[in-house]
């Protein structure tokens, strides 16, 4: 059971790049997310889903787009690469949208943007 | 101002001794409190999840504590060993679509 896998580990971009970050679970979660980790800071929601053809907006969306046509896959698009996104982004998953079950996070991806 | 604090930023212990981690909330309402472990490079792995109704969770050597009243919730280590180096996070949440984290204690712990 691979859990969470998020692809790539590690992205250095130039400022204006779009790029997409992926991400795939085995568990058939409904419900999916994605955050970004600053140093000092909390993690941040960027977008969230609770089910397939189901998106929101977290915290901070600005720049970043997601669709979840499949239970397993939610990938997170930057759409014109800023220097702010520089980031370790996670992308979690569980079980049931409304419960109170544990959230499975990926190992991350570690975003450069020069 | 973040609603979820934790204190104390760091925290070096030695291998063997008990330690304490403190986190205050302001959010409201509350749905639940959730404990991470964050080993560096890798994700948070969930540790415990208490309701409101819950005032202690324990996960082997980890045991949560929370106080719905004064919004405080500690995470006590027995007997800590060397794997138990990581970041521990607190995470509070308002209703199941939105989680605040807090930024975490450093713990390590030395030989």
């Known amino acids: 059971n691979a859990g969470v896998t998020q692809t790539p580990k590690f992205q250095v971009l130039k400022t204006g790049q779009s790029m997409t970050l992926q991400c795939a679970q085995d568990m058939n979660h409904e419900y999916m997310s994605w955050y970004r980790q600053d140093p000092g800071m909390g993690l941040r929601l960027i977008h969230y889903s609770v089910g397939a053809g189901i998106t929101d907006q977290g915290e901070v969306p600005n720049g970043y787009n997601v669709s979840r046509s499949t239970t397993e896959d939610f990938p997170l698009r930057l759409l014109s690469a800023a220097p702010s996104q520089t980031s370790v982004y996670f992308c979690?998953?569980?079980?049931?949208?409304?419960?109170?079950?544990?959230?499975?996070f990926g190992d991350g991806t570690r975003l450069s943007i020069l | 101002k973040n609603q979820v604090e934790q204190s104390p930023q760091s925290l070096i212990i030695l291998e063997g001794k008990n330690c304490t981690l403190q986190?205050?909330?302001?959010?409201?309402?509350?749905?639940?409190l959730r404990w991470y472990k964050q080993d560096t490079g890798r994700g948070p792995v969930s540790l415990t999840i208490?309701?409101?109704?819950?005032n202690t969770k324990s996960n082997g050597r980890y045991t949560a504590t929370l106080d719905a009243d004064t919004k405080q919730s500690s995470l006590h280590i027995t007997a800590s060993q060397l794997s138990d180096s990581a970041s521990y996070i607190c995470?509070?949440?308002?209703?199941?679509?939105?989680?605040?984290f807090g930024a975490g204690t450093r713990l390590t712990v030395k030989p």
């Open positions: 986190c205050n909330y302001t959010v409201s309402p509350f749905s639940n």
């Open positions: 979690a998953s569980r079980l049931d949208p409304y419960g109170n079950q544990p959230q499975h």
């Open positions: 208490m309701t409101f109704s819950e």
């Open positions: 995470v509070v949440s308002p209703n199941n679509n939105d989680m605040r």
